[in-house]
């Protein structure tokens, strides 16, 4: 089955810096979602990216495709304390409901 | 507009025992989505239901079961729990068309002694 890889596994950065982590897939992926899960909570969506070449940004987060597809990535700006917690992305597999879920990447904000 | 629930949030129970748990989707939404959480393998789809029947389903064993009501609410079953199936369980709604994106509750946590 398709499989997703995310990267890297966590980062450590100082409040205020920027954030990039990517995505890849062994597949062309049509869509890619991208979610953060804090520590005892569901996973929130953060955006949802369906159109290849374009940025989407939701406040501070911005998504794009990579240039195969088969990739994206997730650009936080002056990140803060509470964008500490564990970063999903995800792409539908099989059927468009049956999403496939990378490892994670834990964010992890220094003051 | 009130977002997905789920109960319990906490469960414990023994080996060989069974269990239910519950997810209200979001109003209006047809499609609820189960899916298993553990650290060693993360997050795996365990199946899906759309308007009482269930569209897809993932590669977990007959023990895993679920239904969905006429209001969209939905329940799955475990029986004859494992130490295993110790996990976060996640269920998410979505409207069930051709968008993708789903929307998540905080999850029940079952833990089996």
């Known amino acids: 089955g398709q499989q997703l890889n995310q990267s890297p596994q966590s980062m450590f950065i100082q409040e205020g810096e920027d954030v990039s982590m990517n995505c890849t897939s062994s597949s062309i992926f049509n869509t890619w979602l991208w979610y953060k899960q804090d520590p005892g909570e569901g996973p929130v969506l953060l955006i949802a990216l369906y159109k290849a070449g374009e940025l989407t940004s939701n406040g501070r987060l911005t998504a794009q495709f990579g240039i195969t597809r088969k990739d994206s990535f997730l650009n936080i700006s002056a990140s803060i304390p509470s964008d500490v917690g564990i970063y999903f992305c995800a792409g539908p597999s099989g059927s468009a409901r049956q999403l496939t879920f990378g490892s994670g990447t834990q964010l992890t904000v220094l003051p | 507009k009130a977002g997905v629930t789920q109960t319990p949030r906490y469960l414990i129970k023994t080996r060989g025992q069974q269990v239910t748990l519950s997810c209200s989707p979001i109003s209006g939404h047809r499609s609820v989505s189960w899916y298993q959480q553990t650290p060693g393998q993360g997050l795996q789809f365990l199946f899906e239901?759309?308007?009482?029947?269930?569209?897809n389903k993932g590669n977990f064993p007959g023990r895993f079961s679920g239904r969905q009501f006429s209001n969209s609410r939905s329940e799955m079953n475990v029986s004859t729990l494992e130490l295993g199936d110790s996990a976060l369980y996640l269920c998410a709604s979505s409207f069930g068309g051709v968008t993708y994106e789903q929307y998540f509750g905080p999850g029940t946590r079952l833990t089996v002694t």
């Open positions: 239901y759309f308007s009482e029947t269930q569209r």
